[in-house]
């Protein structure tokens, strides 16, 4: 009598990439991106329809630009002052004033409060809302950039460098916004309730300009910071300090990064405590 016996060929075991579990992560993920998109997409076409929002966000930040013709741009100082310039109004307008108007007009509008009974979490929500400005602030920073070259401007010491003081801006612009969209009673009040930013930002980039202590103190804004990365990343100039500062290019490309330290860690504290007070401080209905 012939026994049958269990097949003993073994099994393939399951793929973790083709798993329930990933295969279903995935599928949320790439959900939550066109989400993003769409939302973020609707958001830069209300901006394209409003002729003042493209005035100050394309406009403004270019005119900075204008300096340069009446600049010595053999001068590293004189051409450090114009990119800076165009690229603090490139945070502050298409980025910081754009994305807190959003925030508190779609919130009054209760539109916020719509989109959050649906399947957009908060955090999507939040990245397309910031999204189409953000965009838009990189394409006028490269603009301006290669503006500036044509007008004579050297080529970046560390063009990266630069790029990473645009991003990390934009993140910490669009950070300071949504807290300050927190507690921003409507459209109108954000023009009285933007000024301490703008001020704070305003004030960092002049701080080459202040006496020792003063400067000291002012290495610390987020503004400053800017400046520095941009004195750093470009021109190969030191960055914004208590002392003295050359006026000569004494930066290479190695010595950049090192030089851009602080920097970033005062653009990374700023960010992280923006975030943090905006979590716990956030109103997705109007204010009463």
């Known amino acids: 009598m012939s026994t049958s016996h269990p097949s003993t060929s073994p099994t393939t075991p399951t793929s973790p990439i083709s798993s329930p579990d990933s295969t279903g992560r995935a599928g949320e993920r790439r959900a939550s991106v066109r989400r993003v998109v769409a939302l973020a997409r609707a958001n830069a076409l209300l901006m394209a329809r409003n002729r003042l929002t493209l005035i100050y966000a394309v406009v403004v930040p270019l005119l900075p630009l204008g300096l340069l013709l009446a600049q010595d741009l053999s001068d590293p100082v004189a051409g450090a002052g114009a990119l800076i310039t165009s690229l603090v109004l490139v945070l502050l307008f298409p980025v910081y004033y ?52 044509a007008f004579g401007l050297p080529l970046p010491v560390n063009a990266l460098l630069f790029l990473v003081a645009v991003v990390a801006g934009i993140v910490m612009i669009a950070a300071l916004a949504l807290w300050t969209a927190a ?58 300090t208590g002392g003295a500062l050359s006026q000569e290019p004494t930066v290479d490309f190695a010595s950049s990064w090192v030089q851009a330290g602080q920097p970033m860690l005062v653009l990374g504290v700023w960010t992280a405590v923006a975030l943090w007070l905006a979590a716990r401080s956030m109103r997705w209905e109007p204010r009463t």
């Not at 004030?203 to 000291?216: H, I, S």
Request: proline share 5%; net charge neutral.
């Open 183 to 240: 507690w921003t009673r409507n459209a109108e009040a954000a023009q009285l309730t933007s000024g301490p930013v703008l001020l704070l930002m305003i004030l960092g980039q002049t701080a080459v300009a202040y006496p020792d202590p003063v400067r000291e103190a002012f290495t610390w804004t987020p503004g400053t910071a800017i400046v520095s990365l941009v004195r750093t990343g470009w021109f190969g100039l030191e960055p914004v």
């Open 98 to 149: 754009n994305l807190l108007s959003v925030v508190v007009t779609r919130r009054d509008e209760l539109v916020l409060k719509r989109l959050r009974t649906g399947e957009t979490r908060d955090r999507e929500l939040v990245v397309a809302l910031a999204l189409p400005g953000a965009v838009l602030a990189v394409l006028i920073s490269l603009l301006t950039a290669g503006i500036g070259i």
